[in-house]
RNA sequence: GGAGAGAUGGCCGAGUGGUCGAAGGCGCGCGCUUGGAAAGCGCGUAAGCUCCUAAAGGGCUUCAUGGGUUCGAACCCCAUUCUCUCCGCCA
């Protein structure tokens, strides 16, 4: 969410800015400032009626105290005209804080200034590759036939349990992600993220403090019986440990790390995004969390996508990164770098992980502050990424390492796993 | 699931109608003291909105949340949420 004083003060900078998210803000904006006019109008009447009302309060007890009881019933008199004014301006005043917020929430971060203009995901800027991303021979298999000819990964009996989107991993294949867990957990931790294990799942005011809510509730799975929501990613929970925190300015950076199930309802998906895992109802992964100055987040950025290039290189994956273009980078996001590694036997990118700063956009809705050197309260910046999600890990790990003898294991990996090479 | 108790500032905790944004303590900050530290002493220490060009200062709101009673509510009434204790069940 987007601050008030930001809009009230910058209108032509936020309406120029968010074109880059092509996004036209300029009737939303004209109205919320309309309101915002109103609202603290409205605010100026009420305070002034209460502060007379305060007043009155207290000489009515003081009358009554000192046996005047007579001027004092007089004062009553005077206090319910008053009360009925007040109400109506109070009333307003409510009223127009409720508008004003929800055009205020319909509005984007604003996207960093190194965003380049876009439409689409083609419009992506490609910052850097690393690795052969060449494709495999004809006969190469895509992973969901590597992962049912080596018994890693049934498909067929998720779908009779649950259903489609929900894969049962068997034998090596369950030892895969296991090891892919900890594996992910020892990097972030030997990084200097500290481990925490969260709920997988969440009431609403941690859904709506993250902004899943109210936008994005049909792709959540919902517990209607106890109004619980179940994680779309940890960062959800872990990002709440902060809700309406204020943080002290030796506090930075604040680094979390996080091992959970994911769930998502993915409604309207289709076709070959959704074929094996590219695309699941429950995932694994590792979700990495940073909270830190505003002056200081972009340097913390760069240094969470390195971290998460750093273990694609241990996993000795071809992999690239973005710079998400004005058109595909999320609502709340202000710059995003997503990385992608490539899958040989399908020959196509994969994404892998998604590194945000959202400066203070979901801090003004947590309510996240600190206080800075000199002991002025603002709102932190919050960051997030993914190290890693594992399906499309998964995924090309088996297609790129297929051989004749079988799936080859990468050697950072090995300790993890117990073995080598997966064979029939 | 049944019965009971409770929710107050960063934390503990007092407060049952006005003198309460809230005693006292802890913590934290600054200062004095000290060779240095500890102890001790003194001062300070909630948030949001708003008025003011800014600072200084003022106003309003906030004692779980939402309503109500009253001239006046942390305190009385109603509803909701959450927490704890005991019983039952249970990994």
Redesign the pocket.
Known sequence: ML???LIRENKEFVIERLKVKNFDATQIIESIIDI?AK??EA??N???L??K??????E??DL??SGKQAE?NV??EQ??AL?IQAKEYTDKQDQFEKEQQQLIVQLPNLPHISVPKGKSADDNEIIFSEGDASDMADDALPHWELASKYNLIDFELGTKIAGAGFPVYTGKGARLQRALINFFLDEATANGYVEVQPPYVV?EASAYATGQLPDKEGQMYHATI??LYLIPTAEVPVTNIYRDV?LKNDDFPVKNCAYSACFRREAGSYGKDVRGLNRLHQFDKVEIVQINRQEDSYNTLEGMKDYVASVLRKLELPFHILRLCGGDVSFTSALTYDLEVYSKAQRRWLEVSSVSNFEAFQANRL?L?Y?DADGK?KLAHTLNGSALALPRIVAALLENNQTPEGIRIPKALIPYTGFEIITL
Not at 53 to 58: G, M, Q, S, V
């Open positions: 601050q008030i004083q915002d609202r603290r605010q100026i009420a305070d002034d209460l502060a009302l305060n007043a009155l309060a207290k009515i007890g009554f105290k004092a004062l009553k206090v319910a009360k009431n106890d109004n204020i309510k502050r206080k309260t």
